[in-house]
């Protein structure tokens, strides 16, 4: 551009900007995205930014797609930074990725690759709070790695130091960390007040410990009932009972101060996280079909907590992708099956087959989902039954990672890539 009148120069550059600045390549970050499955955990979007389906037969806009190692990890966003968790070569790695570009910033080292049939590489989630990313290895090593630099800041072997062993059969380690005020929140599973560990959240100090469960790969979640946070835990106690050992499941609720507030029933066999259902109701769900999911409602009176049974039903049973509470109803994969249930009654509204076994987000009233071979497809978030909006084969693989979404940019991944995708196109 070659103007000689600066008035005019400045003017000019000003309308380009204006034209070109429309562009996602230069839209804002401010959206958050800082733990497993968003801002509050529960697998909704809190972002404002409306989303456009893709028309019939095309492919959502593509910003870039970018090689990864293995592993399951789920996508943490921190500022103009994603970090992810991967394998490669014969090492794990928190990595960070520049979210315009998803050209790699740096990669850090958090122990060796662990292998095993069903897919190689890390499975926790990276959680963020200031300059600081939170990361459990699949040994059961958890790291604090300087989000700015990739310099580790402090580790702790916690398996090796509070004596929890690796579930059987041997799928690693897959437990979230949780940020909590200044502590990390860890679902160790362990005797001897090991079960639920708070570290400080700075140097690694172990601020609190408390329960005894067998181990989950289940992780928390943090909820407010009568005006009081709390973290909630899926559980399994053994206990001694006529000579035989057998297990009590339960749902566990420990205050950020380390106080068990209440237990109540749980159900056999869960891998997905609870649900919490506001303003005082927990939705947990089995693997198994048989055992199927349980509502329980917690009351508080008199200072003192109480959790009961609401329903039981075998429909909604999660296997490794927990359902999401939006609006009065739950959706989720009953294994192979999509299914929307009322949370009040577990009525079933619809169930949609033909999915695989998906995992599910929900942003602008819109379920995002990801089916297990790499489809994206995009529906109402509505009772009233199963309308989709858009679908389409954007990644090729194994893909068991739910999506993240925020600023209107999907990212997903599977076991050999990455990607993401302007959803306002």
Not at 69 to 88: C, M, N, P, Y
Not at 195 to 213: E, M
Not at 223 to 244: C, H, S, Y
Not at 297 to 324: C, I, P, Q, Y
Request: a negative charge; hydrophobic letters at 40%.
């Amino acid at each position: 551009m070659n103007v000689k009148n600066p008035l005019i120069a400045v003017c000019l550059s000003a309308s380009l900007m204006l034209i070109t600045g429309c562009g996602s390549g230069d839209r804002p970050f401010t959206d958050e995205w800082p733990q497993y499955r968003g801002p509050r955990g529960d697998g909704v979007s809190s972002s404002a930014v409306s989303i456009t389906p893709w028309k019939e037969g095309a492919l959502p806009h593509e910003v870039w797609k970018q090689p990864i190692g293995v592993g399951f990890s789920g996508i943490t966003l921190a500022g103009e930074q994603l970090l992810v968790a991967f394998g490669a070569d014969s090492s794990e790695y928190l990595g960070a990725y520049d979210r315009r570009t998803g050209a790699e910033n740096w990669r850090c080292a958090i122990g060796p690759l662990f292998t095993e049939e069903l897919g190689d590489g890390p499975r926790a989630t990276a959680a963020v709070a200031g300059d600081l990313a939170y990361i459990y290895n699949s040994w059961g090593h958890l790291y604090s790695v300087n989000i700015q630099t990739g310099a580790v800041a402090w580790r702790v072997a916690l398996a090796d130091t509070f004596n929890v062993p690796m579930l059987e059969p041997k799928r690693g380690f897959t437990n979230s960390p949780i940020v909590v005020d200044d502590k990390v929140i860890m679902y160790a599973g362990g005797n001897d007040s090991t079960a639920f560990i708070a570290f400080d959240r700075l140097t690694g100090d172990v601020v609190w410990r408390t329960g005894s469960t067998r181990g989950s790969y289940s992780s928390p979640i943090v909820a407010t009932i009568d005006g009081v946070k709390q973290i909630l835990f899926t559980t399994t106690r053994v206990i001694q009972e006529n000579g035989r050992m057998r297990g009590v499941y339960e749902v566990f609720s420990v205050s950020p101060e380390g106080d068990i507030l209440w237990t109540g029933p749980g159900v056999g066999g869960v891998i997905a996280m609870p649900v919490f259902v506001p303003p005082n109701r927990v939705f947990v769900s089995s693997q198994i079909e048989d055992i199927g999911s349980k509502l329980i409602e917690v009351t508080h009176d008199g200072g003192r907590w109480s959790a009961s049974e609401v329903w039981k039903s075998s429909m909604l049973h999660t296997h490794f992708n927990t359902a999401v509470y939006y609006e009065g109803y739950l959706y989720g994969f009953s294994n192979a099956t999509l299914e929307c249930l009322d949370a009040a009654t577990a009525e079933r509204k619809w169930r949609k087959r033909g999915l695989g076994k998906g995992s599910l987000m929900i942003a602008d009233g819109k379920l995002i989902m990801l089916t297990d071979r790499g489809k994206l497809a995009l529906a109402k978030a509505t009772s009233e039954g199963y309308e989709e909006l858009a679908s389409a084969d954007v990644i090729e693989g194994k893909s068991w990672t739910v999506p993240t979404y925020a600023d209107g940019m999907l990212y997903l991944r599977n076991v050999k890539e990455m990607a993401c995708y302007d959803l306002t196109k």
